[in-house]
Nanobody, 128 residues
Framework: QVRLVESGGGLVQAGGSLRLSCAAS???????????MGWFRQAPGKEREFVGG????????TYADSVKGRFTISRDNPTRLRYLQMNSLKPEDTALYYC??????????????????WGQGIQVTVSS
């Protein structure tokens, strides 16, 4: 079963930092490194929105304007982990964060419909 698992969420004060990680299940492990992946978030009462994405080879990233300059996506090739480093957090960054992967080469991808696999989500809460 293909599965993505997020970790690293929690409660942080405004101005602080968190790093989210995304790991692939064993079945997906061997090919995960070749997939573009993305991070999305959903706040209560709002639609899920794009946060950032990285291409299949890790060479290109793209970000939503709301997080540009504050958030950074990276990947660790030996462990096949993907990271979302979040700095200068604001209360409006509070949301359930999801990682996603697309079963294609290329990317980065910005649309929810382009992604095939999703994690269960992890809560990030930023207090003022």
């Amino acid at each position: 079963q293909v599965r993505l698992v997020e970790s690293g969420g929690g409660l942080v004060q405004a101005g602080g930092s968190l790093r989210l990680s995304c790991a692939a299940s064993e079945r997906m492990f061997g090919i995960f490194s070749d997939y573009p992946m993305g991070w999305f978030r959903q706040a209560p009462g709002k639609e899920r929105e794009f946060v950032g994405g990285i291409s299949w080879d890790g060479g290109t990233t793209t970000y939503a304007d709301s997080v540009k300059g504050r958030f950074t996506i990276s990947r660790d090739n030996p462990t096949r982990l993907r990271y979302l480093q979040m700095n200068s957090l604001k209360p409006e960054d509070t949301a359930l964060y999801y990682c996603a992967a697309a079963a294609v080469h290329g990317g980065p991808l910005r649309s929810i419909s382009e992604y095939d696999y999703w994690g269960q989500g992890i809560q990030v809460t930023v207090s003022s």
